[in-house]
Antibody, heavy 122, light 110 residues
């Protein structure tokens, strides 16, 4: 059974850097074709994909946030870490990590973590 | 505004059938697999459809999907009150070099 769980601060101040950790079980990020993605959802808004990291350390970022995002993995800890710099109140959202496998042309996320709400406020 | 266009809301009576559209382009839906997600209030999204029209194990066969050209559609038959949720389409976009989600459709079962 694959499970993922997000962790990190619930509150960050404007201009700070947000660091979130996705801790997973039931799969290995060393397995060919496996990837973990991050998606966020601002209150009352649609899902927004942020980044993904592949088993071979290939990484992709949302073009609109690329300059602020960094994704990395620690396969020994079964964790994926997402950093978002220069936080702003508009970055207030629930952040999800999710599992997928396959090529870029055929990615679907299943399952998802429960999500973690991050509020940006001074 | 999302690259994938979905109707913001749709409503239908119980036991009826509803279809939710997702319109894109040749760089996304036209060339890559579409997935659909159901998000119940206060919950994380759940995969409903993958690879355009395949149902994951455990998903009711009242859900079905199709794709034609640069558009995709999710259909729900025999509507039940428990189907009230937000529904999202998603796919890879070759031009953006990343995943994209539709703007979401809120389904109300009257």
């Amino acid at each position: 059974q694959i499970t993922l769980k997000e962790s990190g601060p619930a509150l960050v101040k404007p201009t700070q850097t947000l660091t979130l950790t996705c801790t997973f079980s039931g799969f290995s990020l060393t397995t060919r074709g496996v990837l973990v993605g991050w998606i966020r959802q601002s209150p009352g808004k649609a899902l927004e994909w942020l980044a993904l990291i592949y088993w071979d350390d290939d990484k992709r970022y949302s073009p609109s946030l690329k300059n602020r995002l960094t994704i990395s993995k620690d396969t020994s800890k079964n964790q994926v870490v997402l950093s978002l710099t220069n936080m702003d109140p508009v970055d207030t959202a629930t952040y999800y990590c999710a599992y997928s496998s396959g090529s870029y042309s055929s990615i679907w996320f299943d399952p998802w973590g429960q999500g973690t709400l991050v509020t940006v406020s001074s | 505004q999302s690259v994938l266009t979905q109707p913001p809301s749709i409503s239908e009576a119980p036991r009826q059938r509803v279809a939710i559209s997702c319109s894109g382009s040749s760089s996304n839906i036209g060339n890559n697999a579409v997935s659909w997600y159901q998000q119940l209030p206060g919950q994380a999204p759940k995969l409903l459809i993958y690879y355009d029209n395949l149902l994951p194990s455990g998903v009711s066969d009242r859900f079905s999907a199709s794709k034609s050209g640069t558009s995709a559609s999710l259909a729900i038959s025999g509507l039940q009150s428990e189907d009230e949720a937000d529904y999202y389409c998603a796919t890879w976009d070759d031009s953006l070099n990343g995943m994209i989600f539709g703007g979401g459709t809120k389904l109300t079962v009257l």
